[in-house]
């Protein structure tokens, strides 16, 4: 079965992105500073979106966990 991918065009440069440039970059809200990454097209660097880095909210996730099994 193939799956037909649907990519979209950068708001910026019009290329068609078929895959995203991820980059770090800290977070600061209310409840501290948080690892996070924006999504940029691989063409111009626009950036098109931006989320808390997934991975790094795993691993604190684990470790706040261990800390609650320790205590
Ligand atoms: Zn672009």
């Not at 770090?24 to 979106?49: E, F, M, R, V």
């Amino acid at each position: 079965m193939e799956v037909a991918v649907m990519a979209g065009k950068c708001p910026k440069c019009e290329q068609i992105v078929s895959r995203l440039s991820i980059k770090p970059l800290l977070g600061q809200g209310p409840s501290g500073q948080h690892k996070s990454i924006t999504l940029n097209c691989p063409a111009c660097d626009t950036i098109l979106g931006a989320q808390v880095d997934p991975s790094a909210a795993k691993s604190d996730l684990v470790a706040e966990i261990r800390k609650l099994r320790e205590a």
